[in-house]
């Protein structure tokens, strides 16, 4: 039985992806890098120092810094997101989003955020719908990043559930291939090839549907219990 929704953020509810982009894109610049255009769909759901490795490979400088100072560089990136958000509302809620979480309140069910970004309580905040979630996974706190499953295995628990009692929402491959690794049900919103290994996927926020994703999630189920 569905009892809980797990949400990653960048892409999903809201589009603060072309904030982190937009950001990387000034530090890789800085660096002398120049990012090809895979690199869009590769920096997404990843964790900052995990997307920083893969900024500084992209220019072969991956072993021109030592730890401090590539915590420095993420942090200097961090500094110039954090100066492209300022100025995001509710207005950024990505459609369908509002209307997916007033049903899902409505219905009962736990939400929770399993997001690599750092940021997430201040874009929520300002989104104006921090309060509609159960807990937020502290990114600060895993030890491994997408596609590994330990944040959403974390959401999962904060939210008190069973892997087969929650949906977890996703528009990134590394971000369903985590889903899936943690014994989840996978929502991918985006490019159905690219997002294959997901249980159903939309082409945007704005398909989403509870009793759509509902219908799917028993089906899955069901199927399950059929083949044993």
Do not use: C
Not at 51 to 71: C, E, I
Not at 174 to 184: D, E, L, P, R, S
């Amino acid at each position: 039985m569905l009892k809980g929704l797990l949400f990653d953020l960048d892409g999903v509810l809201t589009d603060s992806a072309k904030y982190h982009l937009a950001a990387w894109n000034q530090l890789a610049t800085s660096l002398q890098i120049k990012l090809p255009p895979a690199a869009n769909e590769q920096l997404r759901g990843r964790s900052r120092m995990d997307s920083l490795n893969l900024v500084l490979a992209y220019g072969d400088q991956q072993d021109h810094f030592t730890q401090a100072q590539k915590v420095a560089l993420a942090t200097r990136k961090n500094q110039l997101y954090q100066q492209l958000i300022q100025k995001m509302t509710a207005a950024d809620i990505l459609p369908g989003i509002s209307n997916l979480l007033a049903d899902a309140k409505a219905a009962g069910l736990k939400m929770v955020i399993a997001s690599a970004s750092q940021n997430a309580p201040t874009i929520l905040t300002q989104l104006g719908i921090l309060d509609q979630f159960d807990g937020i996974v502290d990114p600060a706190t895993l030890k491994h990043g997408k596609p590994d499953p330990e944040i959403y295995v974390r959401a999962q628990q904060q939210a008190h559930l069973a892997a087969n009692e929650v949906v977890a929402f996703e528009d990134a491959v590394v971000g369903v291939a985590a889903i899936k690794a943690a014994g989840q049900f996978a929502v991918g919103i985006g490019d159905a090839l690219a997002l294959h290994r997901a249980d159903y996927v939309v082409p945007s926020t704005a398909a989403l549907r509870l009793d759509k994703i509902k219908q799917a999630f028993n089906a899955k189920q069901e199927s399950r219990e059929t083949n044993g």
